[in-house]
């Protein structure tokens, strides 16, 4: 207690010169001191938190929870960042950043931590209108291919639809569901490379013609590649025609080697497919699509994703699907 005193008075000035929120905190949770920042954010005076347990000042609730960077630090004595969010009475919220550091006496016991926030407000909204603008170029690239192909107009949003369905049943967590949904609507933007007689084409396409439609996958992938994702979405749409034996295209690759997201795109790929119209034959109907997943679950397609696929259709019927 007399370490984390004595650093408070010695560092006062600076403690409440920094513009981040900062509070010294001991072992037992209370308050030892807290910065003018801190104060305007919890909109509080001093006399009103300092010698107060933590939890009830600063997070408002009546006991510490699991979630506590101190009972954290108390484990484990090393620096601890998450986001958070303050909640304040009127239902107002402000995103943060948090991060605890740990106060360690000369005798090497921890004595507290130093407990900083940062207020990400305008980070988040600069992110969110960052996260619009690549959702619109992800829904102009998809258009682009269907000025291309328009025979399948809408096929890579429901693909797109779909595969999200697949990805939440399976538990991803929302950064790769939004990964899997990027990549499934342009999944098909290597075609706008393919010559537009070849994909509109009303009869079979000849052994050449299917070889130049094939290469989509790696134009595609060849587009985006160099886009900054921070998912591999150029990674999925690569290997979208990858089969589960090693029989697909253009890698060659199978199993585990093929990435879980490719793997849930390429039976939504299918299944869509199968049941919609195309130049060159009229739609087979769902239940060919959900014969063809079963027929070659395994062979072609993950066992485990086809299992989820099948729940997604039984669940919500052939509305994914185009008419």
């Not at 087979?284 to 994703?305: H, M, Q, S």
């Amino acid at each position: 207690m007399n370490n984390i005193k004595k650093l408070t008075n010695d560092t006062s000035q600076v403690f409440n010169a920094v513009q981040d929120s900062l509070a010294i905190i001991d072992t037992e949770f209370n308050v030892i001191n807290i910065n003018t920042t801190y104060l305007k954010l919890l909109k509080k005076d001093a006399k009103e938190v300092i010698g107060k347990k933590c939890y009830a000042v600063l997070r408002g609730s009546r006991c510490s929870t699991e979630k506590c960077p101190l009972k954290k630090i108390i484990r484990i004595p090393k620096v601890i960042e998450i986001e958070t969010e303050k909640c304040f009475p009127d239902g107002s919220r402000v995103p943060l950043i948090l991060t605890a550091t740990p106060l360690i006496s000369d005798r090497g016991k921890l004595t507290g931590m130093i407990q900083s926030f940062k207020d990400i407000t305008d980070f988040k909204l600069s992110s969110k209108k960052l996260e619009i603008v690549l959702d619109e170029v992800i829904k102009a690239l998809s258009v682009t291919v269907e000025v291309r192909d328009p025979y399948t107009y809408g096929h890579q949003e429901r693909v797109a639809q779909i595969s999200e369905k697949i990805a939440r049943k399976m538990g991803f967590p929302e950064n790769r569901v939004k990964a899997l949904w990027m990549a499934a609507t342009i999944h098909d933007v290597g075609k706008i490379y393919v010559p537009s007689e070849f994909l509109a084409k009303p009869t079979q396409l000849t052994e050449i013609e299917f070889a130049v439609i094939k290469t989509h996958s790696t134009v595609g992938y060849s587009i985006i590649k160099n886009i900054d994702f921070d998912l591999p979405i150029a990674e999925i749409v690569y290997q979208h025609h990858e089969k589960m034996d090693g029989s697909g295209y253009p890698l060659g690759v199978s199993g585990e080697k093929i990435l879980i997201e490719a793997r849930i795109l390429t039976i939504a790929d299918v299944v869509e497919a199968m049941s919609s119209h195309r130049p060159y034959r009229p739609a087979l109907g769902l239940d060919k699509a959900i014969e063809e997943i079963k027929k070659n679950r395994e062979t072609f397609y993950d066992p485990d994703v086809v299992d989820i696929c099948l729940q997604v259709i039984k669940e919500k019927g052939v509305k994914f699907f185009a008419a």
